[in-house]
């Protein structure tokens, strides 16, 4: 999942976080959010929260 969530950054930029579940064809908000975990751990990705709104980019 992580493989997929940093691949439709890489195609499509800075996501909010709806679309980038849409974009990396992931079914549940578990599996977005334990990918994103993975990146932010490996200091791949930053996200920022504006307003309960999650934009996630790569570093």
Known sequence: MAGAVWTAL???????AKDL???A??????????????LLRE???DVKEEEKVLT????
Do not use: Q, S
């Open 43 to 45: 200091d791949k990705v």
């Open 21 to 23: 579940k849409k974009a």
């Open 56 to 59: 996630i980019t790569l570093k």
């Open 10 to 16: 890489n195609e499509n930029g800075t996501l909010v």
């Open 25 to 38: 064809k992931i079914k549940c908000d578990k599996d977005l959010f334990l990918a994103l975990g993975w």
